[in-house]
């Protein structure tokens, strides 16, 4: 493990937290469009190296379950991660699908050689009941959208954080994957999210530069370089501080959104904010301490 490879990992963390608000800053772009946009822009990174150096095209070629496990991931991820963001509050809909850390500890702590600790429960309550604070909350801007849409864009992020923990945690399986074969996923995620929206939605194109800017700024950093930084720190570098580092996201993007102007500062996101950054932490304390202690 090495401290190079950490501080790559770490600035995917750094550009995740800029999801929100990129999206949000993006327009009423429909989710499906969105996704195949961003992910062949975040496909050009990896294309650029494989025209650069043919020779590693070979990489591509990996088990069905690899490709399966990257792409359905990916794909399912940002759609639904869209998805709560267009009928949802930014910051709420943000912080729910920030619940993913948690669920990755929870989920690693049912591993072979792992067990459910009480951190793990207690913290899973704790950011649970920040998710909650946030649904029965009605403050941070979300007065320009009905209940019904509301909701769908709650259940979105919810099933958001269960998609990428889901996906971080297969993905412990494929360890030997090169990070070179993340293009090939960016590549059919495209074409996928392409397909869908040509058979299930309406075309709709930015009206704004600044919206074109928002959906560039998507597709380089936390739609693209963001998942090549990830792969390497993870496998590479010290996964157990990028876990604990990931933590910060929904912090970070939480800020972002409301120094733009895309969320109004309130005690419940605030507490919300806490709750699930606090959970999370507590949750990963017992696997650090038990690092330490061996």
Known sequence: MNLRATLIGFSAILMWSLLALFTAASGAM?????????????????IAVFIARPERLKLLK???????????????????????????????????AYLWPLLIVLGSAM?????????????????????????????????????????????????????????????????????DAVT?????????????????ETTVWPAASSEWLAIVGLGVFPVGLAFYAWDHGVKKGNIQILGVAS????????????AAG???????ILLACVLVTGGALLAVSGRLFKTKAA
């Not at 709560?84 to 509050?89: E, I, S, V």
């Not at 059919?188 to 929206?197: D, G, K, R, Y």
């Not at 895309?262 to 419940?268: D, E, I």
Request: glycine residues 12%; proline residues 6%.
């Open 262 to 268: 895309f969320a109004t500062l309130s005690w419940q």
């Open 30 to 46: 429909p989710p499906f469009q969105l996704t195949a946009i961003c992910f062949a822009i975040g496909s050009l990174p990896g």
């Open 111 to 179: 591993l072979p050689g792992e067990r459910l600790r009480l951190v793990h429960i207690v913290g899973a309550l704790i950011g649970f009941a920040g998710a909650v604070l946030i649904i029965s909350g009605r403050d941070g801007g979300g007065e320009q959208f009905g209940d019904t849409q509301r909701y769908v864009g709650y259940a979105a992020a919810f099933a958001c954080a269960f998609t990428w923990s889901g996906y971080s945690l297969l993905s412990r399986r494929f360890g030997n994957v090169p990070t």
């Open 62 to 96: 990996q088990p069905p379950a690899a490709w399966a496990t990257g792409v359905i991931g990916l794909f399912g991820y940002h759609f639904l991660y869209f998805t709560a963001l267009r009928n949802a509050p930014p910051a709420e809909a943000g912080i729910i």
């Open 184 to 200: 090939g996923f960016c590549l059919a995620t495209s074409v996928l999210s392409a397909i869908s929206h040509l058979v299930l």
């Open 247 to 258: 933590y910060a996201a929904p912090v970070l993007s939480t800020l972002a959104l409301i």
